[in-house]
C-alpha cells in the first residue's frame, strides 16, 4: 500500500474525511492547536484523539505507561469488535499507538502509528502550553488549559473538574453516620421487613405430587427465606408446618422456627447501609425490589427523625420523564402496602420529577437554577434509573445538593451506560466486590442480625489488606434476587446467562421449554410476521384513540374535560403494554425503517389516517430535545388524538407527566419528535413493556454489546420475543462496554 500520509494534520484530515472524526473534534483540534508555537501539529492530534473518545461515551483517553510490548499491526481487522480497554497500547518516551483507539486497523492503522511512533509524546504533553500537567490535584486556581494529564489519563478540562469534584464530594459522603436508637432502629427494620409467606405458600401449592417431597419442600424455604445457614434450623418441626399449611398465614409460625440470622435478606441490608451513609447506591436487576427497598428505608428515615423532632424534606429523581412517571407509580403501591403510621407515611413523597425540573432548567441556558451557591432545599434525594445519568449531570445534581443531605441512588449496574459521556454508576458499583469493611459488618449485623460475611459475595471478596479499599464500598448493596423473575422465568434466565456472557447457557436457555419467550431467526418471514404481530399489537390503543364522546361527556364542559383526560391516559397506558425495541437506528432492521413500515401497514388496513399529513390520530411519538418552557423532556411519549374539548375539534398531542397529569400539546408545539411505533433500546430505558419485541441487524456490529442485550431484554415484564441471527446475539454477548474514566481510581481512599 502506498504512503497516504506525510503529517499528523494529512491523518486528522483524512479521518474526517471518513467521518472518524466528527466536525466539532476537528474545530477543537484546530482550537486548541492554535495555542501552541511549536507543537501544533502533535497537539492537535491530541485534541482530536481526546473529543472524539469523549464523543464515543469516554470521559479520558488511557495514555498510562505499561510495560507490555504491543502492536496495532498485530491486530487483525476481524477484531474490531474487541473493547476499547483491550487496545489500551504502551506510552513510551517515542510512541503512541492509538489509531485503534478511533477504531482504525489494518494496513491503514499502520500507517497513522508508524508517523505517530516518531513523536516523542512524553515531550509533548510536558511541553505543550496547551495541556496542564500534575502528579497531584489540580487546584481550583491554576490557569485553566483545554487539556489535562494526569494519573496517564488525558482529558478535556472540563470533564477533569467533573470527575474529580465528583470524587471529592462522594469520598466525603462516605463517612459513617452515628445512629440514633440502634435498637429502636432494629426493631423498625424487622417490621418493615417482616417475612411474607404468599410467595413460598404459593410455589409450595404448585409441586407436583411426585416432587412433592421434604428436600424440594426444604429448597423452596431456602430459596424464598434467602437462608444462609440451613444447618442451624430444626427441619423436621419446620417440615410439618409446610405439609399442614392451608394458607399462606399458617406459615407465620416460621418466624418462631426459622432465626433471622439464618437469613440474609439483601432487600433489608440495604436499608441498613444507607441508613448508616450519606451516599448509598442500592442496585439490582428488574424484579429485585429496589423501589420496595426505598419506600421502606424512607419510612425508617422519618421515624428516625422523629426521635429528634424533625422532619426531612425528601425528593424523588429520575432521569427522564417516563422513568419519573414509574417511579411515582412504583412508591405509590410500595406505601399502599406498608403497614407503618399514617404520620409517617404522610412525609414520604408520591410524586418525582426529572433532575431537570429538580435543579431548575433555565430556557436557552445550560445553568441550572439550583448549584452551588443557590443549593437544593432538602434532606434526602432519592435518584431512580442512576445507570442513565452521564458524568456532567451527575456533577451538576452534586454540586447543588447541601452539605448536609443524603444522596441514595437506585439503578441497574449491568444496564446500558448512560448516551451522554462516563458511565458513573457502573465505575461506583465495582467496589461492590470488596464487601463491607469490619466496622460496617458489625453495624450491619446489629441492624438486621445477619452478618453478611456468611454470603458468598462477602466470602469471595478480597482481603481487606490485599486491596486498597474505597470507603464508598461500605455504602453499596446490590440485591440478588428477583422476585418478578423466578426459576420458571425465561426472561430471567436470559438475562443471567447474558450478565455472564455465558453463550452456552444462553442456548440452553430455550431448550428449557418457557412459554415466556420465542426466539425466531431473522428471516424474510420472521420480518413479515413482526409486522403483523406488531399491528395487531398496537390495534387495542388506536380503538381508544378512536372513541368520540358520548352524550354524558358532552353535558358540561367539566365532563367533557375528565372525559378526554381519561381516554388519553387509557390509550397512553395501552400503547405502553406493547413495544418494539431495535439495536440501530437506520436500515431495515432500523427504529427509522420499521416506524416507517409499521405506519405503511397501518394506513393500508384503514387502522390509521391513510393521507400524507405528518399529523394524524393514532400517531405515536417521542420527544428528542429538552423543551423547559413546555415542560417536556428527551424521552417523553405522546400520543396523537382528537381534542373534543374546544369549540372545534382538532388534534393535539397527549403526554402523561411524571405526576400522572395528563399534557395536551398542539403538533406544531411539540418539541423535536420522531415516531415511535419502534424505538431504540437505549431511548426504552427507564420504561417497561408487557410484551416486548426485540430485532437485532442481520450483520453484527460494535454497538451490539452484552449491555445492550441485557437492556433490551429486560424491558420485557412478562413476554418477550426476539428476532435475531444466533451468530449476531452470541457475538454481542461475548462483547462488552468499556468507557475510559478514572472516577473509580479517585474513589479509592
Known amino acids: 500500500m502506498s504512503q497516504l500520509f506525510q503529517s499528523l494534520p494529512e491523518v486528522v484530515a483524512f479521518l474526517a474525511e471518513k467521518k472518524v472524526l466528527r466536525p466539532l473534534d476537528i474545530q477543537f483540534a484546530k482550537f486548541v492547536s492554535s495555542l501552541e508555537s511549536e507543537l501544533r501539529a502533535e497537539v492537535m492530534w491530541l485534541a482530536a484523539l481526546t473529543s472524539a473518545n469523549l464523543g464515543q461515551g469516554h470521559i479520558c483517553v488511557n495514555l498510562a505507561p505499561i510495560t507490555s510490548d504491543i502492536n496495532t499491526s498485530d491486530i487483525n481487522t476481524s477484531d474490531r469488535n474487541a473493547s476499547l480497554e483491550s487496545s489500551t497500547l504502551p506510552l513510551t518516551s517515542g510512541s503512541l499507538p492509538s489509531a485503534s483507539l478511533l477504531g482504525i486497523y489494518g494496513e491503514v492503522a499502520q500507517q497513522i502509528d508508524g508517523l505517530i511512533n516518531q513523536v516523542d509524546w512524553l515531550r509533548v504533553l510536558n511541553d505543550a502550553k496547551s495541556i496542564t500537567t500534575s502528579l497531584g490535584t489540580l487546584h ?187 417511579l411515582t407509580e ?153 422476585y418478578r423473575f423466578d426459576a420458571r422465568s425465561g426472561i430471567g434466565q436470559l438475562a443471567k446467562t447474558i450478565n455472564a456472557s455465558d453463550t452456552r447457557g444462553f442456548g440452553r436457555v430455550w431448550d428449557k421449554g ?54 388519553a391516559k387509557s390509550a397512553l397506558e395501552s400503547f405502553s403494554g406493547h413495544r418494539l425495541l431495535c439495536a440501530v437506528r437506520e436500515g431495515d432492521f432500523g427504529v427509522v425503517g420499521l416506524n416507517q413500515r409499521i405506519e405503511q401497514r397501518l394506513k393500508q388496513r384503514d387502522i390509521i389516517s391513510n393521507g400524507e399529513a405528518q399529523w394524524y390520530a393514532g400517531r405515536p411519538v417521542m420527544v428528542t430535545r429538552n423543551d423547559h418552557n413546555l415542560g417536556l423532556y428527551n424521552g417523553d411519549i405522546g400520543l396523537c388524538m382528537t381534542d373534543y374539548t374546544g369549540d372545534v375539534a382538532k388534534l393535539k398531542v397527549f403526554f402523561e407527566l411524571p405526576d400522572g397529569s395528563i399534557k395536551s400539546v398542539l403538533p406544531s408545539r411539540v418539541p423535536e419528535h420522531e415516531t415511535a411505533y419502534a424505538m431504540t433500546i437505549h431511548k426504552s430505558q427507564g420504561s417497561e413493556f408487557t410484551h416486548t419485541f426485540m430485532i437485532l441487524p442481520a450483520d453484527f456490529s460494535p454497538l451490539l454489546t452484552k449491555e445492550l442485550i441485557y437492556t433490551g431484554i429486560t424491558r420485557a415484564k412478562k413476554t418477550l420475543t426476539l428476532i435475531a441471527e444466533p451468530q449476531v446475539i452470541l457475538k454481542a454477548i461475548r462483547c462488552q462496554t468499556i468507557r475510559h474514566s478514572g472516577l473509580a481510581s479517585r474513589l479509592k481512599s
Open 140 to 326: 481550583n486556581d491554576m490557569s485553566p488549559t483545554p487539556l489535562v494529564w494526569q494519573h496517564g489519563r488525558l482529558y478535556l478540562h472540563r470533564y477533569y473538574r467533573y470527575e474529580q469534584t465528583i470524587a471529592d464530594r462522594m469520598n466525603a459522603m462516605a463517612s459513617a453516620i452515628s445512629i440514633e436508637s440502634p435498637a429502636q432502629l432494629a426493631n423498625l427494620l424487622d417490621q418493615l421487613f417482616a417475612c411474607e409467606y404468599h410467595y413460598l405458600f404459593s410455589a409450595l401449592q404448585q409441586l407436583p405430587g411426585e416432587k412433592n417431597t421434604q428436600v424440594l419442600r426444604q429448597q423452596l424455604v431456602c430459596d424464598f427465606l434467602d437462608v444462609v445457614t440451613p444447618e442451624l434450623i430444626n427441619w423436621g418441626d419446620v417440615d410439618q408446618k409446610l405439609m399442614h399449611a392451608k394458607q399462606s398465614g399458617d406459615l407465620n409460625i416460621l418466624d418462631n422456627l426459622i432465626p433471622l440470622s439464618c437469613c440474609l435478606n439483601w432487600q433489608k441490608v440495604a436499608a441498613a447501609v444507607a441508613l448508616t451513609r450519606r451516599f448509598s447506591v442500592i442496585s439490582g436487576g428488574p424484579g429485585t425490589g429496589k423501589t420496595t427497598t426505598v419506600t421502606k428505608l424512607l419510612a425508617a428515615l422519618v421515624h428516625q427523625a422523629g426521635l429528634t423532632q424533625q422532619s426531612p424534606i425528601i425528593k424523588l429523581v429520575a432521569p427522564t420523564g417516563k422513568a419519573a412517571a414509574r
Open 330 to 482: 412504583s412508591i405509590g403501591k410500595a406505601l399502599s402496602s406498608l403497614a407503618i403510621e399514617p404520620e409517617i407515611l404522610a412525609k414520604i413523597p408520591t410524586e418525582s420529577s426529572t433532575i431537570h425540573r429538580l435543579l431548575g432548567a433555565i430556557p436557552n441556558r445550560v445553568e441550572f437554577r439550583h448549584h452551588r451557591e443557590n443549593p437544593l432545599h432538602l434532606d434526602v434525594l432519592v435518584l431512580d434509573e442512576a445507570s442513565m445519568v452521564d458524568l456532567p449531570m451527575m456533577h451538576r445534581l452534586l454540586d447543588a445538593l447541601p452539605a448536609h443531605a443524603r444522596l441514595i441512588l437506585l439503578g441497574d449496574k449491568d444496564q446500558l451506560a448512560s448516551v451522554e459521556a462516563g458511565a458513573v454508576l457502573s465505575d461506583i458499583c465495582e467496589f461492590a466486590s470488596q464487601g463491607y469493611s469490619q466496622g460496617q459488618n458489625d453495624t450491619i449485623k446489629q441492624l438486621t442480625q445477619f452478618d453478611c460475611r456468611h454470603s458468598s459475595a462477602q466470602r469471595n471478596a478480597p482481603s481487606q489488606a490485599a486491596i486498597q479499599r474505597s470507603a464508598v464500598a461500605d455504602g453499596l448493596c446490590v440485591l440478588q434476587k428477583s
Open 514 to 567: 418457557f412459554t415466556d419467550i420465542v426466539w425466531h431467526h431473522l428471516t424474510a418471514d420472521a420480518y413479515q410476521n413482526l409486522l403483523q404481530s406488531m399491528l395487531k399489537a398496537y390495534q387495542p390503543y388506536l380503538q381508544i384513540v378512536a372513541i368520540r364522546p358520548d352524550g354524558e361527556a358532552l353535558q358540561s364542559a367539566d365532563r367533557l374535560a375528565i372525559w378526554q383526560r381519561s381516554t
